[in-house]
């Protein structure tokens, strides 16, 4: 259940914490090949000794998944002082980055993983740490988060996760995921207020010089990429055709027929291949498409919401506000006092030529008919339309927990 981005509620765990374990201890799992900044997040929130600033002490146990030395970004080697067997002191076991969403995690570690899980320990992913969880089997039937860029490869490998690429973070109890990089330091935040309290995490937050709770979710970050994968699957030519036809009016029926699937099956797809619903990815790629506008145009608002498939400007407003936390009209004014007047971004039609013929071409590869059963010319760039359309309320962005 998602909560309003106030909300200090905390979720109970689901399971009672063994006696063996303490809740102020913290084990970091690190591998060898993970990203320095990811890894270096609990390190600071749980390994400083900061009480003089009113956050309360953490006791930190730094533990090498796997044989050492621990070879990170840049090269830099790490030694850590403990290895697996500190995870069975912890009541939070924290995996930053994975080093590769394609590579299987060692068994020993997701053992370990598995034992603090079942004698309640607090289980965090950080990024694609996601994915550790994932392979462990704790993300099974769950909601989770990771970077929205690998949202649709954790979908597509673990679909009996529930992913969401919406959320900066997300606690479900006993298991907690954030998304990429910076949502890391949110989501130890949030560990933090749940723990101890919101002045606790505001203290902490000052310290960071962060801001104690982000508003929103990734919608602001996220592009037009899709799976690599996405050449080889029928969809890719749906998903090429909706991209190119962003102005028109149709529906998610619509692309199911062109899939020649039921709207069910069609879904049920369409989820495992881009790791969201089929109307709420249409919404995202609609606003998107109207936030590039907005950035690279001096259509009106009511322009903008026509040339990005939008029944009305009233309808663009409220998915844009939902999605970015702004008004169109406040987005552009912002975004053109960040940016010198004279410095053009590309447009949206260099966009669309530049990311849907890419998935044209891989569709083309993939197909029995070969290329030229999926040539088409591209529309004509910035095309209005009177056929608009506006779908469905999306759920609300922002961070997501239990309850």
Excluded: N
């Excluded at 769950?142 to 529930?162: D, E, F, G």
């Excluded at 029928?234 to 028109?248: G, K, Q």
């Excluded at 950035?295 to 903008?304: A, H, L």
């Excluded at 026509?306 to 008004?327: E, I, K, M, W």
């Amino acid at each position: 259940m998602s909560q309003g981005q106030d909300s200090t509620a905390a979720p109970e765990a689901t399971r009672k914490l063994s006696g063996r374990r303490r809740k102020e201890i913290v084990s970091v799992l690190l591998f060898s090949g993970g990203p320095i900044f990811e890894s270096s997040i609990p390190l600071s929130v749980f390994g400083i000794d900061r009480q003089d600033a009113g956050v309360p002490r953490y006791r930190l146990l730094v533990s090498a998944g796997e044989e050492g030395p621990l070879r990170t970004t840049g090269g830099l080697e790490l030694t850590a002082p403990y290895g697996l067997e500190a995870v069975s002191r912890a009541g939070t076991v924290v995996v930053p980055a994975w080093r590769s969403i394609t590579s299987p995690p060692p068994p020993e570690a997701l053992d370990a993983l598995r034992r603090a899980h079942e004698e309640g320990a607090r289980i965090v992913g950080l990024c694609t740490g996601a994915f550790v969880l994932a392979a462990a089997g704790l993300l099974d039937g769950r909601p989770a988060t990771t970077h929205w860029m690998y949202a649709p490869t954790l979908a597509k490998r673990y679909p009996s996760v529930h992913v969401d690429p919406r959320e900066l973070f997300v606690d479900d109890g006993d298991v907690l995921t954030s998304a990429g990089t910076a949502a890391g330091i949110d989501l130890c935040l949030h560990i933090v207020r749940t723990d101890h309290g919101t002045e606790a995490a505001g203290a902490l937050a000052r310290r960071l010089v962060v801001p104690p709770r982000r508003s929103g979710g990734q919608e602001r970050y996220l592009d037009r990429s899709l799976p690599e994968e996405i050449g080889s699957d029928p969809l890719a030519e749906v998903v090429a055709w909706a991209l190119e036809h962003l102005h028109e009016q149709f529906d998610v029926e619509t692309l199911a027929a062109r899939a020649y699937m039921s709207r069910r099956t069609f879904d049920r797809r369409f989820r495992s291949l881009t790791g969201s619903a089929p109307l709420q990815w249409l919404i995202t790629q609609r606003v998107l498409q109207a936030q590039r506008l907005l950035e690279t145009s001096d259509y009106s608002v009511d322009e903008v919401a026509g040339r990005c498939g939008f029944r009305s400007p009233v309808a663009l407003r409220g998915h844009f506000r939902r999605q970015l936390g702004s008004s169109p009209a406040a987005y552009r004014a912002a975004y053109r006092a960040r940016r010198p007047q004279g410095e053009a971004a590309v447009l949206v039609a260099g966009v669309a030529q530049e990311v849907v013929p890419q998935v044209r071409r891989a569709a083309a590869a993939s197909s029995p008919a070969g290329p030229a059963a999926t040539a088409s010319a591209p529309p004509e760039p910035g095309k209005p339309s009177s056929d608009t359309f506006a779908p469905g309320r999306p759920t609300v962005p922002g961070q997501r927990s239990a309850s």
